[in-house]
Nanobody, 124 residues
Framework: VQLQASGGGLVQAGGSLRLSCAAS????????MGWFRQAPGKEREFVAT????????YYGDSVKGRFTISRDNAKNTVYLQMNSLKPEDTAVYYC??????????????????WGQGTQVTVSS
């Protein structure tokens, strides 16, 4: 599967952005999907994950209550709605897909496919 992330940009603290990740190739609904982010000089960090049907989601502690992951299997797209953005949310955001028997995945090493990343910059 090929993944194409979009929707990043520059936003003021307290603002919102919605990221999209469009998938092509093998049946999108067969993949667990996730969002990760990487700030300069830091390791890639788990942000959110969603099950194949969209019925189960899980979030990193730093974004819980502010970010929402969702998916539209008919459109082969996963979204990340980001509200109440903070300067510490500044990073390159990556979407990822995994083939697994589990429901959701938090570990980046368990993902099989990655998008190219989209930059999110939050100014104070």
């Amino acid at each position: 599967v090929q993944l194409q992330a979009s929707g990043g940009g520059l936003v003021q603290a307290g603002g919102s952005l919605r990221l999209s990740c469009a998938a092509s190739g093998r049946a999108f609904s067969s993949y667990i999907m996730g969002w990760f982010r990487q700030a300069p000089g830091k390791e890639r960090e788990f942000v959110a994950t969603i099950s194949r049907t969209g019925g189960t989601t899980y979030y990193g502690d730093s974004v819980k209550g502010r970010f929402t992951i969702s998916r539209d299997n008919a459109k082969n797209t996963v979204y990340l709605q980001m509200n109440s953005l903070k300067p510490e949310d500044t990073a390159v955001y990556y979407c990822a897909a995994a083939v697994s028997t589990l429901t959701v995945l938090l570990n980046r090493r368990e993902y099989d496919y990655w998008g190219q990343g989209t930059q999110v910059t939050v100014s104070s």
